[in-house]
């Protein structure tokens, strides 16, 4: 299983277009501090594949040598897309997808009638089909355009398992629990990427994004989930960084204490062989 990092930040990306947070205005004056929405290419025998599809992914798509097209016109080694969850940043993305003669989508049920919407804009354009994913519940979370759809913390927002038989990546951009399935999932896996949006819980209301904590909108802050990661016997990375996360300054003392820890932060473009 070969994996590339497509994208590392949470909603909005880094720098965000409207904010001038420390995070952002950094990103702006160092261009190399910039990140992408965060999302994952995965190439196994059964083919290519993205997780999530970012506002991003066009971009994303040029990036990553195994996905770009060719020989000849609309010859993509794309064959579908799989989805985390129903969030605007991490499935807006389908839309530009258009252009596909077909294209499979994997989701859980609830993000699949979530994007019902988006189906029928792309009914026009494409073959679109859906299929289930592997999944794990965390978090029952609903996109803000889904707050009349029923909640369930089965199908709102899932990590992903990943495997070729041979090897296995939890990948689970955002989550809200830590349940003990995701705790043997992870205990198994060689790989691990999961949710770094915030790198502690009252990160939100200290910035002034939000009046509620990391926790309440969704999200188990580093501080919460790090000790936890550096037990695990596989590689572990942290993904879907918030424009307000100490941690998209390539300066900030968090990193350090990672690195004590051998837990890492992944990197937009980086490649992972399994």
Known sequence: MRL?????????????????CPGCSGAR??????????????????GCHVVNATPDIADQIEACAWLRPGPGPRQSPLKGVILTDAELDHTIGLLRLREADTLEVRATPA??????????????????????ADTIPVSGKRPRYAADA???????????????GAATVIYAPAMGVWPDELDAACAAADCVIIDGT????DEPRRTGISAKTATQMGHLPITATMERLSRLPGRCLYTHLNNTNPLV??????????????????????????
């Open 150 to 164: 029923p909640a369930s913390s089965a199908d709102w927002v899932s990590a992903l398992r990943l495997t070729d």
């Open 249 to 274: 300054d390539p300066a900030a003392e968090q990193h350090k204490v990672l690195a004590e820890l051998g837990v890492e932060v992944a990197a937009d473009g980086m490649v992972i062989d399994l």
């Open 111 to 132: 993000v699949r009638q979530a994007l019902r919407p988006f189906a029928d804009l792309l009914r026009p354009y494409l073959q679109l089909s859906w299929a289930d």
């Open 4 to 20: 590339q990092v497509l994208g590392t930040a949470a909603g909005g990306g880094v720098p965000q277009w409207n904010c001038a």
């Open 29 to 46: 004056a160092h261009p190399g501090r910039r990140r992408r929405h965060a999302s994952l290419a995965v190439q196994t025998d059964d």
């Open 198 to 201: 915030f790198w502690d819980d």
